[in-house]
């Protein structure tokens, strides 16, 4: 996908037949190679944004939502519909990874917006991951994450930072908010 992208973007098939694939090809990889591509070469391509918010919103595939989702975030943050899109997604996709690829792609786009930090305070005590698996990347984590990156004086982030130490029912959270307190100590 990545090389017919490349090499022949400006022939007439090029272009349909990556539609097509983003669409209905028998392999999730080449699906969402094909929808990252066309996110990629083919941006004022109206069927584009009009995909990714499709593929968004409600694909199946989890892998291809979240793909979409980041694609959105990169490309399209002045289209209206782009933040409620990632809004919704990072609060209540069913997903783990889609919810925190969502919670990334706002704090990197919206970062100056008054609104973040709540979000952001809300996903870190709220969001619904239960881990399954050590790897799994919990979506409160990197919120807590992004508050202290982004948000070191803000006057809730300590109190949140305690009580995420403290409370959080994710071991691997706790463990986090406790030694970034130490860190702050130090």
């Given at each position: ?55 968004a919103k409600s694909d199946d595939d989890w892998f291809m ?23 919704q997604k990072a609060k209540s996709d069913d997903y783990f ?90």
């Amino acid at each position: 996908m990545q090389e017919l992208a490349k090499g022949w973007k400006d022939e007439p098939d090029t272009l349909p037949l990556l539609k097509q694939k983003a669409q209905s090809d028998d392999h999730r990889a080449v699906r969402i190679k094909a929808v990252r591509e066309l996110a990629k070469g083919w941006k004022d391509e109206p069927d584009t944004l009009s995909l990714l918010k499709q593929k968004a919103k409600s694909d199946d595939d989890w892998f291809m939502r979240q793909a979409a989702v980041e694609e959105l975030g990169k490309g399209w943050r002045n289209d209206p519909d782009t933040l409620p899109i990632l809004k919704q997604k990072a609060k209540s996709d069913d997903y783990f990874a889609v919810r925190s690829v969502a919670v990334r792609e706002l704090a990197k786009g919206w970062k100056d917006e008054p609104w973040l930090f709540e979000l952001l305070r809300d996903r870190a005590l709220n969001d619904p991951f239960v881990r399954e698996k050590d790897w799994q990347n919990n979506p409160r984590q990197l919120a807590l994450h992004i508050i202290i990156k982004q948000y070191p004086n803000h006057p809730q982030t300590l109190p949140l930072l305690c009580d995420r130490a403290e409370n959080d029912p994710d071991e691997q959270v706790r463990n986090f908010a406790q030694n970034k307190l130490t860190q702050l100590e130090n």
